[in-house]
């Protein structure tokens, strides 16, 4: 650990101003990424786990991703979905065990597919499954 009597701006503005230090930050371009749309949080009728904030959602990020990928800008999907036995669930595989706990979300199960309703270009977007929380 390096001890410092900087503030905590200061240190920022220290290590900014380091001419070794590698450059990081925003990309040259943006990109759409479309988190956990998958029915155990989009299919209200079926999970109790569902939300829906509104009614258009899913029809708003499908138009946004038409956007993106017309203007050849990435569309990443992500979702969360877990081996049988859990392991790949980090913590929060430890918080609650029911069957609507977030571990008992399984590679293949209903509950871990994308929405029908989505249109993902299967070809060309990048679907992330999420493991390790």
């Known amino acids: 650990m390096e001890e410092s009597d900087l503030t905590p701006r200061q240190y920022y503005e220290h290590i ?11 990309g040259r ?3 759409i990424i479309n988190i956990d749309l998958q029915k155990a949080y989009t299919c209200v009728d079926e999970f109790k786990t569902a ?8 029809e708003y990020v499908n138009r946004l991703s038409e956007i993106a ?6 569309v990443i999907w992500s979702h969360v979905a877990f ?3 859990a392991a790949d669930a980090g913590v929060w595989g430890t918080r609650t065990d029911t069957p609507d706990s977030l571990q ?25 499954n999420k493991r390790m929380p």
């Not at 900014?16 to 925003?26: C, D, E, H, L």
């Not at 939300?51 to 899913?58: G, L, S, V």
């Not at 990928?69 to 990435?74: E, G, W």
């Open 104 to 128: 008992n979300i399984k590679v293949g199960s209903r509950r871990a597919e994308f929405d029908d309703r989505l249109n993902i270009d299967h070809a060309h977007d990048v679907i992330y």
């Open 83 to 85: 081996l049988e036995s």
């Open 29 to 31: 371009k943006p990109a």
């Open 69 to 74: 990928r017309s203007k050849q800008l990435p």
């Open 16 to 26: 900014k101003a380091n001419p070794n230090r590698a450059r990081f930050g925003f």
């Open 51 to 58: 939300y829906e904030t509104d009614p258009r959602q899913i």
